[in-house]
DNA sequence: ATCCCGAGGG
DNA sequence: CCCTCTGGAT
């Protein structure tokens, strides 16, 4: 049984769904690397908040390691899940230096070894930074991914390789973009926003909600 | 109240 | 598979 293209459906959410420019924040590997490590579970505002002063301090994987998890807390304890993330940074920036020469590996078996780094983070860097055929599933697009039906699946692998091999690999960045900001902003877990979704006719969401009664 | 741009541990 | 860690958004 044929499955539906995705290639229509992300066209469709494109067009008000404006690429992130992260690159251009976290200019370095190491940067975007601690950057996302912060972001689990936590807004990039609250990210953007307190990573400026950190990176300022220790904009290195040696500077970082010398920095230690207490002052490396200090900086972002403002963040949720602030005590783990910053045990695992100092950790991550100690094996860096001790095993990378202080680079990020574009190896995935690598990035997973590093403390705070799991396979969403590590298909982030890997797309990121090293332009790696990758799409990193969060809970967004792996609700997404099965309730539209264009990349159905029981695990995170099967949502993340269905949309791996559906989507062209020049395709794939700016996708995890769209889909993200698509899965939380109107395919929401709660209330999905159907009669406002350009992707709907692509769709095999049953029943699509309907709009709300005009006041 | 509930969920999340998760990961680690049991 | 389950749970916990946490702040923020809705």
Do not use: N
């Given at each position: 049984m044929k499955r539906a293209d995705i290639a229509p459906f992300l066209t469709a959410i494109s067009a008000n769904n404006p690429t992130p420019q992260t690159e251009l924040l976290y200019s370095t590997p190491f940067s975007l690397l601690v950057a996302v490590v912060l972001s689990a579970q936590t807004t990039d505002a609250a990210v953007n908040k307190v990573t400026p002063a950190l990176f300022a301090e220790a904009p290195t994987p040696q500077t970082m390691a010398a920095l230690g998890a207490a002052r490396i807390g200090h900086h972002i304890r403002t963040i949720g899940l602030w005590q783990t993330k910053a045990k695992n940074v100092a950790a991550l920036a100690q094996l860096l230096v001790e095993r990378h020469n202080g680079v990020v590996p574009a190896d995935r078996e690598a990035l997973e070894a590093l403390p705070g780094v799991g396979r969403k983070t590590a298909n982030v860097v890997l797309n990121e930074?090293?332009?790696?055929?990758?799409m990193a599933v969060d809970t967004h697009i792996f609700r997404l991914g099965n309730r539209t039906g264009l990349a159905p699946g029981a695990t995170v692998r099967a949502v993340e390789d269905g949309l791996v091999t559906r989507i062209p690999k020049s395709m794939l960045r700016p996708a995890h973009h769209w889909l993200i900001l698509h899965g939380r902003y109107?395919?929401?877990?709660?209330?999905?926003?159907?009669?406002?979704?350009?992707g709907a006719q692509f769709c095999t969401f049953t029943p699509k909600t309907p709009a709300p009664d005009a006041l």
């Open positions: 930074i090293f332009g790696q055929a990758t109107l395919c929401k877990a709660r209330k999905p926003e159907c009669w406002r979704c350009p």
